[in-house]
């Protein structure tokens, strides 16, 4: 129940935040590739630079890859990107060791730690990782581009719609005092 009532308020903060709907949109793809890429301990800061450069939205994009990556969706997403990454790169990566690099990063054990293990894997790792992470990343980023798109033109209508409605009353009461 109460995890319900959490979704609902993020949801509605989602839904709430101002600007441009491109720009929120783009903040949104932007944090949806970065979210899927198996770059875990930089997602926030990847998602904050990029979205700041690109002057898109920050909070759309951390929206997204909190949704697209989760504690439910993490290990999926590692390893769909290692399977893509063996796939389409020369290289074999096994999951024993993708786990025991996530078993590091999950442990608390501190951003630092976090680093000093994933440098010292190697660049077949890198390279496995990251082309099955992009490869993954760009439907998702497409769709969150589509979906916030055409979400926030819908919610920017509304409130079009709900002004306009707002400024007749306003204006027929002015008209009455006269």
Do not use: E, N
């Given at each position: 129940m109460k995890?319900?009532?959490?979704?609902?308020?993020?949801?509605?903060?989602?839904?709430?935040?101002?600007?441009?709907?491109?720009?929120?949109?783009?903040?949104?793809?932007?944090?949806?590739?970065?979210?899927?890429?198996?770059?875990?301990?930089?997602?926030?800061?990847?998602?904050?630079?990029?979205?700041?450069?690109?002057?898109?939205?920050?909070?759309?994009?951390?929206?997204?890859s909190l949704v697209t990556s989760n504690p439910f969706t993490y290990i999926p997403i590692y390893y769909i990107s290692m399977e893509i990454g063996n796939f389409i790169t020369p290289y074999e990566v096994s999951w024993t060791r993708i786990q025991s690099i996530l078993d590091v990063i999950i442990s608390g054990r501190g951003f630092k730690e976090s680093v000093k293990v994933l440098s010292g894997q190697g660049y077949e790792l890198i390279i496995v990782m990251m082309s099955g992470g992009l490869v993954l990343a760009i439907p998702t980023a497409i769709f969150w581009y589509v979906f916030t798109l055409r979400l926030f033109l819908k919610i920017r209508e509304k409130r079009l719609k709900k002004q306009i409605l707002r400024e007749k009353k306003i204006h027929s009461k002015k008209k009455k005092k006269l």
């Open positions: 995890f319900t009532r959490l979704k609902q308020y993020y949801y509605l903060k989602f839904l709430r935040i101002k600007g441009d709907p491109r720009d929120i949109a783009w903040g949104a793809c932007i944090g949806a590739i970065i979210g899927t890429m198996p770059v875990m301990p930089f997602h926030t800061i990847g998602i904050i630079a990029v979205c700041f450069l690109t002057r898109t939205s920050v909070i759309a994009g951390l929206f997204s």
